[in-house]
């Protein structure tokens, strides 16, 4: 038996069970009917800003996918790739452990349109890459402009090193654009080879990328209250920490990863009130995109069952 196969699965259902016996410890006294006011309370312009920023998290992440099309100089139909990206994102975001899953949809999906083997694992490489590079961008901004955000997830007092740290993640960064000015050789990873993307390609990288983590960030910062609210940015902070641990513990749609995180990260708003948000999130970061993308793989499949019988 390959133990390998069942490796991550396995860490993902651990991490799940972990995290929802801490946050049951951590929600103790809550009930639904507190959960269920929260959402009430949410008013209807704030319900509707959630949406619209998960909506513009999904056109951007459909951007990944045109980013690194462009860069392996392959055309695709604007609306196959939107649609093969929303059901990549919304499949593999709830699946947990993105990379793979998300590299099997996209193979399934691109090479009905001629792409190669190595093509797609192209594609999916520089997807991947624009992610990690978005969320070191990110990340050091909000750790430049939120001094305190280390401190909420730590008593060690690390207020005077965000500065340093947001300077010192910001290196990579320019190193990336700075290889891709000089367009050094391409970079070798086995059989597989991959170049420097273009400035203008890395340009596109560094607008839509962070543009979807603000986005994503913004669905929960409009579902909390203003009672305690700390403001976007320390949100927008919390939520780059707790989406990158859930994606790391490889847990189906960061299940109870993403809200112990999240609680520890907002200690002084209501613990009700944050789960309400999370749950909108969900709602339309995970739920809403998943529905959606069952019926598009359905089509596709259809489509695909016709073509061969024809």
């Known amino acids: 038996m390959n133990w390998k196969r069942y490796f991550w699965p396995a860490v993902g259902l651990a991490a799940v069970a972990f995290s929802i016996w801490i946050l049951l410890h951590e929600l103790r ?70 990379v793979f899953s998300g590299a099997v949809i996209r193979y399934r999906a691109y090479v009905t349109k001629g792409l190669s083997g190595q093509e797609v694992g192209v594609l999916v490489a520089v997807c991947w890459f624009t992610f990690v590079l978005s969320t070191i961008t990110v990340g050091a901004i909000v750790l430049i402009l939120v001094p305190g955000l280390l401190d909420r997830f730590s008593d060690l007092g690390l207020r005077e090193f965000s500065g340093l740290t947001g300077m010192l993640l910001l290196v990579p960064v320019i190193a990336y654009v700075f290889c891709s000015w000089l367009n050094l050789r391409p970079l070798r990873i086995g059989s597989l080879q991959i170049h420097y993307p273009r400035l203008p390609i890395v340009a596109r990288q560094l607008i839509i990328g962070p543009l979807e983590l603000f986005a994503a960030g913004a669905i929960i910062y409009f579902a909390l209250p203003e009672a305690g609210n700390p403001g976007y940015l320390v949100v927008l902070g919390v939520f780059l920490v707790s989406f990158s641990v859930a994606q790391i513990s490889h847990a189906p749609g960061g299940l109870g990863v993403l809200e112990v995180v999240f609680l520890m990260g907002l200690p002084d708003m209501e613990a009700v009130d944050v789960l309400a948000a999370l749950l909108v999130f969900r709602l339309f970061y995970l739920i809403v995109p998943l529905i959606i993308s069952l019926g598009v793989v359905l089509l596709f499949e259809r489509a695909q069952l016709r073509r061969n019988d024809n």
């Open 29 to 98: 006294g809550i009930s639904l009917d507190d959960v269920w006011d929260s959402l009430m309370a949410i008013s209807s312009t704030h319900w509707a800003l959630s949406a619209l920023s998960a909506v513009v998290a999904y056109a951007a992440l459909a951007g990944y996918d045109h980013i690194a099309l462009l860069h392996i100089g392959k055309r695709v139909s604007w609306l196959f790739v939107t649609l093969c990206s929303f059901t990549t994102y919304a499949l593999s975001h709830n699946i947990g452990g993105s």
